[in-house]
């Protein structure tokens, strides 16, 4: 099959691969680049394992075909920890104990992060819109919810 060159970025470094027409941005990110993170749960969009943020927009990677990745700024999971020290977010994942098998988490995140970099105080009900594209089976929402609250609440108008 025929491969097509794409220049992007992940996670603020520039990338060039040569991909086939019909892998997904999620193919590239897992088996291209070793970003396990984003996760592949229905393959269709439905359930936001694979959310990760592209030029500042929270996306499901499976629904991009990866040529269309040309020029695109992509965060994923593994790009929102700086200097080997998790997120407000992430941090605040783990003190609520918003996960339980964990394989929703990093979409639940990257949206929640999504939010947050455009809106640093939203609502509860912002708050909810915002995750209504992820699914999970394992908890309540509630905490996830409350975890993105909480790092709401400690926005003082300085970067997260």
């Known amino acids: ?13 520039p990338v060039e691969l040569y991909v086939e027409a019909n ?9 291209e680049l070793c970003l396990t993170g984003t996760k592949e749960g229905c393959g269709a969009g439905e359930c936001g394992a694979c959310t990760v943020i592209v030029d500042g927009k929270p996306i499901n990677a499976c629904l991009v075909l990866a040529p269309e990745m040309e020029g695109m700024h992509i965060t994923t999971i593994e790009g929102i920890a700086k200097n080997g ?50 699914l999970c089976r394992c908890t309540g929402y509630i905490r996830i919810i409350e975890a993105i609250e909480e790092v ?3 926005y ?3 970067e997260k």
């Open 85 to 134: 020290e998790l997120s407000p977010l992430q941090k605040a994942f783990v003190k609520h104990a918003a996960l339980q098998c964990g394989f929703c988490t990093p979409g639940f995140i990257m949206s929640g992060t999504a939010l947050l970099q455009e809106n640093p105080q939203p609502s509860r009900e912002e708050i909810v819109r915002a995750i209504s594209g992820n």
């Open 23 to 31: 892998k997904t941005m999620l193919n590239v990110l897992r088996d």
């Open 1 to 13: 099959m025929k491969k097509y060159p794409i220049n992007f970025f992940v996670n603020d470094e």
């Open 152 to 154: 709401a609440a400690a």
């Open 156 to 158: 003082e108008g300085g």
